[in-house]
Structure formats: structure tokens, C-alpha cells
């Protein structure tokens, strides 16, 4: 099994829109591909019960029989830092509770498995732990989104910067527009590439009909896909 996290730049980076284009990518080339949202702060009520749309994009993206809570096994109404919407209503997230949920649900039996972060990398989950730990903890190499708008580039290399001090073995990022009207783009994206230390896995153009992902050869590599 191979084993991912995708985290960004910034929250709105566009990480359910990446996670789920990779998951598509890899059912295209006939993997098994499940995509985990441990932690989502942004709910309502359906099916009778709370449901998040990042959650269900994954699950509608990937192929394998996994149910809700074990896709989501942390979710919150509010859309506020989910460490304080936990504690709002009486619950505690740890990188133990995190661990055994993440252990439960990687007996779905993908062939590539997706992590989504919430956030961006150093998202606190209560009040000593951050959502990073659990990751470092778990050895997942990384998948950065690059949000492209203006300011990418100091959040980006700042991210990069932090990752590499930390140890993670970053497997590539991927550059999504997220804003139609970002001036230079090519000029930034040319920085990035220039600059980032990690390979440039693919890129995903703003579209208001359906999404792409022009691939590059790194990202075929590393899911090892023909």
C-alpha cells in the first residue's frame, strides 16, 4: 500500500480538489484508491447524521467499500479550528486517537491511500499536538498544494522550509490556480519551480466546468502507475 498526506499553503488551497483529481488518476489506472479526511470542521446535517462535502468528495472519488465515520472519524459544525470546535462540544482529538482511527481504516485494502490535512501543515489538534505530529508519527510522505494566488510564494517556501527542518520526506507538491486573475502566473509557477526542493508532481488550471490535472511524469513515477 502507498501511503500519502496532502497538505497546502493555506486553508482554501485547494487540497479536496488535488486529493480527489490523485485519487481519480489512480482508479483510471485501475488501482484501489480510498481517500482519508481524519479531521473536518465544516458540517450539516444529512443521512442523519453530520456529513462534511470534503469528506464526501473523497469517498465519492475513490473505489473502495469504506463506510462515513471511518473516512471522517473527527467532525465538527462549525467551520472554526477544529481544536476549538472539539473542545466546544466536550471532545479531545490526540495523534493516539488519530492513530487508531487511521489504523482501522487502512484495512480497506487500497493500493494507494490519500490522507487530507485540515488546514495547513501546522494545524494545532489540542492544546500540546498538532496535526503534523500525527503525521510525522506516521512517516506519510507529503504531498504539498500550492495554492496559486498572490503571496503563494512566501507561503510556499515558508512551508517548505518548516517541512524540511522537520525531517518529512516530501514527495512533490502540486501547483493549483485558485484564483482566475492571479497576474504573472507563469512567472510565479516558473519561482516555484525554480525554488521549491521537491519534485513538481502536476498542476491543476482554474476551471469553472471539470477540473484537470495536467500530470507530469514525477507523479506517474511515484504512484507508480503505467
Not at 125 to 140: C, F, K, R
Not at 157 to 184: F, K, Y
Request: aromatic share 8%; charged share 20%.
Amino acid at each position: 500500500m502507498k501511503q500519502f498526506f496532502v497538505t497546502a499553503t493555506d486553508t482554501d488551497a485547494g487540497k479536496t480538489h488535488v486529493t480527489s483529481l490523485l485519487l481519480k488518476l489512480a482508479v483510471q489506472h485501475k488501482k484501489k484508491a480510498a481517500g482519508f479526511k481524519p479531521i473536518a470542521a465544516g458540517a450539516e446535517e444529512a443521512f442523519g447524521r453530520l456529513v462534511n462535502t470534503d469528506a464526501l468528495t473523497l469517498i465519492e472519488n475513490g473505489n473502495t467499500n469504506v463506510l462515513y465515520e471511518q473516512v471522517n472519524p473527527f467532525i465538527f459544525a462549525p467551520p472554526i479550528a477544529p481544536h476549538i470546535a472539539a473542545a466546544q462540544q466536550g471532545e479531545h482529538i490526540s495523534v493516539s486517537k488519530l492513530r487508531s482511527a487511521y489504523d482501522e481504516f487502512k484495512s480497506c485494502g487500497a493500493d494507494i491511500l490519500i490522507t487530507e490535512g485540515a488546514g495547513g501543515w501546522l494545524l494545532p489538534i489540542n492544546d500540546t499536538e498538532l496535526l503534523s505530529d500525527w503525521v510525522l508519527a506516521e512517516q506519510l510522505p507529503v504531498i504539498l498544494v500550492v495554492g496559486m494566488k498572490l503571496g503563494c510564494l512566501n507561503h510556499a517556501l515558508l512551508t517548505m522550509e518548516v517541512l524540511a527542518h522537520q525531517g518529512v520526506h516530501v514527495a512533490g507538491w502540486i501547483a493549483n490556480q485558485v484564483d482566475p486573475q492571479m497576474q504573472e502566473y507563469d512567472a510565479n509557477l516558473a519561482t516555484l519551480k525554480a525554488r521549491l526542493p521537491a519534485p513538481f508532481l502536476g498542476e491543476s488550471p482554474y476551471t469553472e466546468h471539470t477540473p484537470k490535472l495536467k500530470i507530469h511524469r514525477a507523479l506517474m513515477e511515484l504512484f507508480e502507475l503505467g
